[in-house]
């Protein structure tokens, strides 16, 4: 981690997310894509801000073994998207909303398999050991929030790829997050500390 990029503590966190206003880009309307939500859960640790993050089972159909955040489809009885993250969440991982505090909302992201996302940034205070969803989530993890929105450590490897001119990874440790993960971190990122947004390592 770089010295000139220390760790946020909780309530520098909150306080950014909330100030910085998000950068605005034309993407494509609603109409012609399914609706979905995540929750971007980040828990305070003695050690500082981590990320709740999962691994897809490995025999799912879309996504196997990947990495993302708890979240799905949304369901006619949702009625909003925020409850489709909280309940897909708690389904996912055993976390009820009551234990969470929604912070807002991050951008709509759409992606390529005709699905817009809804992200949803929470503080979350587990009060029992999560539990995966059996044949949905094959892990629960957490990484330390500051190395993932280190904008330094974002790869991004450039691709005329739908409405994206670049696709993220973010390694850690044995892991590599990337996909509309990867992304919706990246855009957490950018929001969060916008004076470090041209910073990533070019893959080609």
Known sequence: MSPRQPQLTREQFVQRFSLHRQHQALRPSHSRLKLSAVLIPVVERADGLSLILTQRANQLRHHAGQISFPGGRYEDGDQHLLNTALRETEEEIGLPREQVEVLGQLRDYPTRFNFLIRPFVALVTPQQPLRAQAGEVAEIFEV??????????????????????????????????????????????????????LNFRPLN
């Open 144 to 197: 330390p929030l500051a190395a993932v929105l280190h904008q330094d450590n974002h790869y991004a490897y450039r691709i005329p790829l739908y409405i994206y001119d670049r696709v993220y990874f973010i390694p850690w440790q044995q892991r590599n997050i990337w996909g509309a993960t990867a992304g919706i971190l990246r855009e957490l990122a950018d929001h969060v500390q916008p004076e470090q947004r």
